[in-house]
Nanobody
């Protein structure tokens, strides 16, 4: 059983930064997803046990996913935030995959409760 807990969300102005944390990450596919009201959950970034990283085009160059295995913690550094980044952000795990994550929500079986990120213009 994988239990995940996000933290670090909040409200910032456009151009600001936030860092999200997720405890209880592991040596398998981990990812960050987000969901805005009225929209489908979408992948933001994934990282596999080799450190291979994939980003959504909308966040490439602004967000950085990383993992501290000693602390069992997954991070998402978000810079140059935009109002369209406003969403509930979720940490997720896919223990079935060690390499080559599939950045689709349906592939991830374990989820945190989410942390809200709100970006004002």
């Amino acid at each position: 059983q994988v239990q995940l807990q996000e933290s670090g969300g909040g409200s910032v102005q456009a151009g600001g930064s936030l860092r999200l944390s997720c405890t209880a990450s592991g040596s398998y596919c981990m990812g960050w997803f987000r969901q805005a009201p009225g929209t489908a959950r979408e992948g933001v970034a994934t990282i596999d046990s080799d450190g291979y990283i994939s980003y959504a085009d909308s966040v490439e160059g602004r967000f950085t996913i990383s993992q501290d295995n000693a602390k069992n913690t997954l991070y998402l550094q978000m810079n140059d935030l935009k109002p369209e980044d406003t969403a509930m952000y979720y940490c997720a795990a896919d223990p079935r995959r060690v390499y080559v994550c599939a950045p689709r929500p349906a592939e991830f079986g374990y989820w945190g409760q989410g942390t809200q990120v709100t970006v004002s213009s």
